[in-house]
C-alpha cells in the first residue's frame, strides 16, 4: 500500500480542524458555545530542549509526543548478556542513570532474551523509581517456532509479555517492531499494537528499520481506524550511513511527529580507531555470530572509512575531543534525533561518550560543512 504524505498531511489537517471544532452536540446556551472554542494550534517549529541541572543531560521530546528522554540513551545491543559480565553491566547502567540518561534500550532477540534478564534483574536491585527512567524493547524474532516471531498478533502481545516477564516490569515506556513484516497486514500490525497499550503493557509504539512508506502506512491506518499511530524509528545513523535519518525522517517528523531514535553512532566502534588496520581480540567483530562486522571492517569500504577518518583527527584535536565524540555529537546535532543510543563495554568508555555533549555546543555549520568535505559527502537534511 503506498501510501502519499501529502494525502496524509492534509487528512490531519481536516481531521485536526474537525476535532477542535466539533465540541458536544447536545446542550446550547454559552456552555455548548465555549466548548466550539478551537484551541490554538501547536507550535511547527522545534520542540523545547532542557538541559539536567546537576548532569547537564539534555532532554529531548520523543518525536512530537509528551515523552521526555535523555538526547543520549543506553542500548543492551552485544553487550548485556553476552559481551560484558553482569557486574560490568550493572556499572554501566549505574553510570548512565547517574549522569543523567533516563532512556535503555533492549530487545527480544538480544542474547536470546538474556539481554533483557539482565537489565530487569539491575533495574530490580537498584531500586529506582520507575516513573524516572524509560525502557524500550523492540518484537519480532522471538524463538525459533514459526509463531513465535514476526509481528503476528499472535506474537505482539505474546512476544510483550515475555519480555516484560524478562525484565520484571508491567509495562515498557515503547514497544518497537523491530523490522516490517510482509506476512503481516499493516491493520493488524497497528491494531495489535494499540491494544497492548489500551492493556497497559506499553505507554508508546514505535518502528524499528521501517521504511519511510511502511510509516505512513501505519499511521494513515491509525488514523482511518481511530487507532494509536507509531511516534519513533529506529534506525542506523552516523557518519557513513547518513540518507535515512538525515533525507526520509525529517519529513515524517514535520508531517506526522514521528521522532528518531538513532543506534550505532560509531558504527559499531569502527568510527573509534579501534580497528585501525587490525581486529582486537576484545571488539565486537570477534564474537560469535560476528564475523559480518569482522567482514566490514577488514573490506575495501571499511579500509576507506579508516582513512577518511584519519582526516577527521585534526579537527577533533582542535575541538579537545574523540573522534568518537565528535561522531556521536554530529550525530546529535540532525533534525528530528530525539535520542542517540549508546553501546559501551565498560563505565569508561560511556563516561568518555558521554563527553560528546561538550561538544556539541561547538559543531557550527562552519565546522559540519568541513567534516563533509573531508569525508567526501553533503548533508542531506532539508533545513
Known amino acids: 500500500m503506498q ?14 480542524s474537525e476535532d477542535r471544532l466539533c465540541g458536544p452536540r447536545s446542550g446550547s446556551g454559552p456552555k455548548a458555545r ?16 532542557s538541559t539536567g541541572r546537576s548532569t547537564g543531560m539534555k532532554y529531548r521530546n520523543l518525536g512530537k509526543s509528551g515523552l521526555r528522554v535523555s538526547c543520549l540513551g543506553l542500548g543492551t545491543w552485544v553487550t548485556f548478556g553476552s559481551q ?7 556499572d554501566v547502567l549505574t553510570v548512565a542513570y547517574e549522569h543523567g540518561i533516563n532512556l535503555f534500550d533492549t530487545a527480544e532477540v538480544y542474547a536470546a532474551g538474556k539481554a533483557e534478564r539482565t537489565l530487569g534483574n539491575i533495574l530490580k536491585s537498584k531500586g529506582w523509581r520507575r516513573s524516572s527512567y524509560v525502557i524500550t524493547t523492540k518484537i519480532f524474532w522471538g524463538g525459533q517456532a514459526e509463531t513465535e516471531r514476526g509481528l503476528s498478533r499472535k506474537h505482539i502481545i505474546e512476544g510483550l509479555r515475555g519480555s516484560l516477564e524478562r525484565l520484571q516490569l508491567g509495562y515498557v515506556d515503547i514497544v518497537f517492531a523491530n523490522r516490517s513484516d510482509p506476512n503481516s497486514p499493516m491493520e493488524e500490525i497497528v491494531r495489535a499494537m494499540t491494544y497492548v497499550i489500551n492493556q497497559g503493557l506499553a505507554l508508546y509504539w514505535g518502528t524499528s528499520r521501517w521504511g519511510a512508506a511502511e510509516i505512513m502506512e501505519a499511521y494513515s491506518m491509525a488514523r482511518q481506524f481511530n487507532l494509536i499511530p507509531p511516534v519513533c524509528e529506529q534506525a542506523e545513523h552516523h557518519l557513513f550511513q547518513r540518507e535515512k535519518v538525515e533525507m526520509q525522517l525529517p519529513e515524517l517528523y514535520h508531517k506526522i511527529g514521528v521522532g528518531s531514535v538513532t543506534w550505532s553512532p560509531v558504527a559499531c566502534g569502527l568510527i573509534t580507531s579501534k580497528y585501525d588496520g587490525r ?17 566490514k571492517v577488514q573490506s575495501e569500504d571499511g579500509k576507506k572509512q579508516q582513512a577518511k577518518l584519519m582526516d577527521l583527527l585534526p579537527m577533533a584535536h582542535q575541538l579537545g575531543c574523540t573522534v568518537a565524540q565528535l561522531a556521536i ?24 561518550h558521554l ?23 553533503k548533508a542531506h537534511s532539508k533545513k
Open 3 to 16: 501510501v502519499s504524505i501529502a494525502c496524509t498531511e492534509q487528512n490531519l489537517r481536516s481531521r485536526s
Open 34 to 49: 465555549a466548548a466550539l472554542v478551537p484551541r490554538p494550534p501547536a507550535s511547527s517549529g522545534a520542540l523545547r530542549e
Open 329 to 352: 555529537a554530529w550525530c546529535l546535532r540532525s533534525e528530528g534525533v530525539s535520542s542517540v543510543l549508546l553501546g559501551v563495554s565498560s563505565a569508561e568508555q560511556l563516561i568518555e
Open 279 to 295: 581486529v582486537p581480540d576484545t571488539s565486537r567483530a570477534t564474537i560469535k555470530g560476528y564475523q559480518w562486522l569482522k567482514d
Open 84 to 90: 560484558i559480565s553482569d557486574e560490568t553491566a550493572e
Open 355 to 377: 563527553g560528546a555533549l561538550q561538544v556539541l555546543s561547538q559543531l557550527t555549520p562552519q565546522t559540519v560543512m568541513e567534516i563533509d568535505g573531508l569525508l567526501g559527502s
